[in-house]
């Protein structure tokens, strides 16, 4: 078997940009400003930059990069599709000091693929959990430091976060909390989980009232160390806490500092990659492509980016 990186669209740019050509114009080059691939043209020549076209119905040039987020990039993009590699296949997570170190690009710019690598992980949200009568659990954890509020005992001033998983689709969707009470993660869970799903939680105190409100809900007893219920052997949340597993060991080994305002990028990227992970049935580079799918489904039209 051949390496992957030995993929020539990591190391050649005319090849890179063929692989993204490929995938963002699937019948051929069109033009970002007349939406025409009518009359359309690959430009040549030694002065001409990579993946240029011009079109003949405004006579200005374009590539595939136009209104993507690599646009406002200088990197080049077969070092793009490496970013888009590594953090797509490594479970914990690859830090910005490491892109850098590894693509050879300044720190500065090592952090702007990684964010925005990140935001294109960012679930859309479509997909509601639990269809069908399925089981979805839910569990909270808190990691770090909140700066807004005050050192103490407990987790009062640790940043929160609710994480969802769908145990028939296996896709996880998690997100920062600013209070874990009833009141806040309610509307959150009625808008990610179908009425006719069998909710699965410990016996914190905000899940009962909210329980009620779904076609089911078992209660697992951690205080009584009980993880797996006797009554009923589906009734545990197990699956979620295996995903907070990965995710704690993630940020504690590759992000360290990480702020209020960037957990939920991280948390996109830990929920696409659990979503999406071998297990389910997606391989290192299917996962990829994927993350590719983000960037750019995320494009703008012209008019919107100029
Ligand atoms: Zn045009």
Redesign the pocket.
């Known amino acids: 078997m051949a390496s992957i990186l030995s993929a020539p669209y990591f190391h050649n740019e005319e090849a890179a940009y063929a692989f993204v050509e490929r995938r963002i114009w699937p019948n051929g080059a069109v ?1 970002p ?2 939406n ?1 691939s009518d009359r359309v043209g690959k430009m040549g020549g030694q002065s001409t930059r990579t993946g240029t076209y011009k ?1 003949y ?2 006579r ?1 040039p374009f590539t595939v990069k136009v209104g993507t987020v690599f646009e406002s990039s200088h990197v080049h993009l077969r070092l793009w599709l490496q970013a888009i590699f590594l953090i797509a296949s490594s479970k914990k997570g690859i830090s910005a000091n490491q892109l850098h170190r590894t693509l050879g690009i300044t720190l500065k710019s090592a952090w702007f693929l990684g964010h925005r690598i990140r935001e294109a992980m960012k679930d859309d949200g479509l997909i509601v959990f639990g269809r069908g009568g399925g089981a979805v659990e839910i569990d909270e954890t808190y990691i770090g430091r909140d700066p807004f509020k005050k050192l103490g005992r407990g987790s009062q001033h640790k940043m929160k976060v609710l994480s969802l998983v769908d145990r028939h689709t296996r896709r996880a969707r998690s997100m920062v909390v600013d209070k874990m009470t009833m009141k806040n993660i309610a509307p959150i869970i009625k808008a990610n989980v179908f009425a006719e799903a069998h909710l699965m939680t410990d016996q914190a105190p905000m899940y009962p009232k909210i329980g009620d409100q779904f076609a089911g809900h078992g209660v697992v007893n951690h205080s009584a160390k009980e993880y797996v219920s006797a009554a009923d052997r589906t009734v545990h949340t197990n699956t979620v806490e295996g995903y907070f597993s990965v995710f704690k060991r993630g940020m504690k080994g590759t992000y360290q500092h990480c702020g209020h305002n960037h957990l939920n990028r991280y948390l996109s990227e830990f929920d696409f990659r659990y979503s999406y992970r071998v297990g389910n049935g997606y391989s290192d580079l299917e996962r990829a492509e994927m993350l590719l799918k983000g960037i750019v489904g995320k494009r703008l039209t012209y008019q919107t980016a100029h």
Do not use: L
């Open positions: 033009c400003r007349c025409q079109c119905g405004c200005k």
